[in-house]
């Protein structure tokens, strides 16, 4: 076996590329980019690899029936992210079969929960000649670099120690309200996204529409969740996800039938094929998600899921707000949590109940326990800015069990 990655590896491996392959897609249908569609299709490929090679290392590790019982759960956990690698894979095609999405659509994925965005880096900036991971973007702006296009080559996923230059085309993610500072940082004028004008009246496509992108960040929100559920065996962050679920499928009849009535309207039905697809995706995203969080229920998880979640690229981290704390009384809008921290707050546990997707008008209290998403340099931030004692780097002390044999 000398050579063979580990479990954990494998499955950091596979978490990361459907993560990405997600975010691509989507970037994908945003800017009709076939390239970037085309990139989710090689990262099929990869996942596939992945795995199959996991397959084979659980496998080998099998000593006992008690082996099996804990390595099923990886397995489970595995074919859960294989789901969202697949849904991801049927939205890139929605470009590269030229499906056709509504321009309603694109302009309403810019006001969704995260949205895609270009950046140039220009003659004067603040970002050339520094790694990704001296520089801290997701932490400092709430923004990821997803790709990178210099010249006629483009980079996908880049790493940590990838050194940016003038004039990268850089493809970012992340909340609304990040892209002029990124921007700024590019050495790029602002250009702020305003709220579209509230129509006079909402046709059958403009509905179908709102319920694609809402079905877009059920998905998001979902899969955060699963991941923390399992994390912090938490069987009530499960049975939140289990609703986020019930409502994706509520969204996704509802569309169908808006949809329905557009095409008799439309001049040309089949340019409503796109947006169906992608909302097929999105929902059975959530799909994915649920059947996650049924390892919550098993009694004896393996730790090296723990530790997989962990060290993956995106990590789940909470924190408790204490007294004295400056955020104390103010509301998570008025905060910024994700531009300062790079952090996205998906849930926050008040008296022992939980608010998944809490709203930017919700003030925070002493006590209240947030979970949140992003970068490993987020979590000791977001920690500091709450008053959470714990020291830096045991951001996932609570979640991550003793070692054991990977």
Not at 369 to 377: D, F, T, W
Request: hydrophobic fraction near 45%; charged fraction near 30%.
């Amino acid at each position: 076996m000398s050579g063979r990655r580990t479990v954990k590896d494998l499955l950091v491996g596979a978490k990361d590329a459907a993560e990405l392959m997600v975010d691509l897609a989507y970037a994908g249908v945003f800017f009709d980019d076939r390239a970037l569609a085309k990139e989710v299709l090689r990262l099929e490929d990869r996942m596939d690899d992945l795995l199959v090679e996991l397959r084979k290392v659980c496998m080998l590790a099998t000593r006992t029936p008690e082996d099996a019982d804990r390595l099923a759960g990886v397995l489970s956990m595995a074919v859960s992210i294989e789901g969202i690698a697949d849904a991801a894979e049927d939205i890139a095609r929605v470009v590269l079969k030229d499906l056709g999405v509504p321009p309603q659509l694109r302009e309403d994925l810019r006001h969704a929960t995260e949205i895609t965005a270009r950046v140039k880096i220009r003659a004067e900036n603040e970002l050339e000649g520094r790694t990704l991971k001296e520089l801290e973007l997701p932490a400092r702006t709430g923004m990821w670099v997803i790709a990178i296009r210099r010249d006629v080559d483009w980079t996908f996923g880049p790493r940590a120690d990838e050194v940016l230059r003038e004039g990268d085309r850089l493809i970012v993610q992340g909340p609304p309200q990040a892209v002029d500072e990124m921007r700024r940082l590019a050495g790029s004028p602002p250009r702020a996204v305003r709220e579209p004008p509230a129509p006079t009246s909402l046709t059958n496509l403009d509905r179908a529409v709102d319920l694609a992108v809402e079905l877009k960040n059920a998905s998001e929100i979902a899969v955060g969740l699963a991941y923390s559920a399992i994390l912090l065996r938490d069987p009530t962050l499960a049975a939140e996800v289990s609703v986020i679920e019930d409502r994706s499928d509520e969204l996704w009849h509802g569309l169908e039938g808006w949809v329905l009535r557009a095409a008799a309207e439309a001049e040309d039905p089949e340019s409503l094929r796109g947006l169906l697809h992608l909302a097929a995706a999105s929902e059975r995203i959530v799909d994915a998600a649920q059947s996650m969080c049924r390892l919550v229920e098993e009694e004896d998880i393996h730790p090296i899921i723990a530790r997989a979640l962990a060290e993956a690229g995106e990590i789940v981290a909470e924190a408790i707000v204490t007294e004295g704390a400056d955020v104390v009384g103010r509301t998570i809008g008025e905060l910024g949590i994700h531009t300062q921290t790079g952090m996205e707050v998906l849930a926050i546990e008040r008296d022992g109940r939980w608010t998944y997707r809490p709203r930017r008008g919700r003030a925070l209290e002493v006590g209240d326990r947030l979970l949140a998403v992003g970068p490993e340099e987020g979590a000791p931030r977001l920690r500091a800015w709450v008053g959470d004692p714990r020291p830096e780097h045991e951001e996932h002390h609570w979640a991550v069990p003793p070692d054991v044999g990977e």
